[in-house]
């Protein structure tokens, strides 16, 4: 495991890595049973050596030495994690906030177990200053749009030591389609300077749920996550008005025909009728119709007939465009 990180998260210190798929000797690893968290305080003491795991032909041998000059401060089962671990697919998370002071500097590693026991060589190791972040946000609200949705938050007036914050804070913006906080990697590229952000990466006719933290700069330490704020875009886009609408008499009935819509999610066509020009049309298709023809077989002799169409689309809202152009049709 070579990409343990860590960022200050409100008053603690947020680690994440990836649990590995092959061993020392490239052979495919089963299952990590279990990963164990290593922490070391920075205080000037000269600094120990980690230990190297002993390795033998089909894997590494023997219990868990643990890592000298660090104390093990989480052991994490990987199948039944427990708060503060989080295990999703390959990908943990630990929020360490065990005895931890403002102000001081930690370094962790993290060692991975496999179902016997058999430990992996210590990870990478993440030096971290513990700094006073920001509280988290105090509100955020989401407003959904057309494959959209607009959000918006305050800035937090404090950091957690009680200290005023800065006025130039950053933000990360998260994004999941679970309820509870969003985890994972940041909507946002880079950090947004303002309290606001458009996610234009959103599907209609999904709920998202985000959440939103503060950051002293780029790569400065992390508030905790807002309040959840969840909302579910929805296409209210009509499709294109009908165009072409010709009636005809055709015996005793008057036929109707349109050039189709190009819209890619129309579902289909509605026909209204009425007996005065301009006004009153009713509808003949309660149910889109697919097609673009229709004929109007309850009609009577002697009777002027006026017809428009519009287009529906296939959203839950059934967008329906502007009438088309009216018509009539006057029956002998």
Known sequence: MQDLQGTVEGDAIRLSWTLPKIRLDRSALKEVNRTEVYRRLE?????????PAVLVFGGLFGPAPGVPGFE?????TVAEPTAPAQVRGNQVTYRDSQDLKVGQK???VVVALDEKGRPSPPSNRVVVSLAAAPIAPPRLAAQPGDA?????WDAPPTLVDGSPAPEDLVYDVFRGTSPGVPAGRPLNPEPVAARQFVDLTAQNDVTYYYAVRARLGAGGAESPPSEVASATPEDSTPPAQPRGLVAVL???SVRLAWQAVPDADVAGYRVYRSTTAGRGHTPLTPVPQIGTTYVDTDVRPG???FYVV??????KRA???VPSAEVSASVP
């Open 148 to 152: 959209q949705v607009r959000l918006a």
């Open 250 to 252: 055709a015996g005793p």
């Open 72 to 76: 093990r401060v989480a052991n994490i």
């Open 43 to 51: 205080n000037g003491a000269p600094e120990e050596p980690v230990r």
């Open 310 to 315: 519009t287009a529906v689309d296939r959203s």
């Open 319 to 321: 967008n329906e465009s």
């Open 106 to 108: 930690y370094t962790y």
């Open 303 to 305: 009777q002027t007939y």
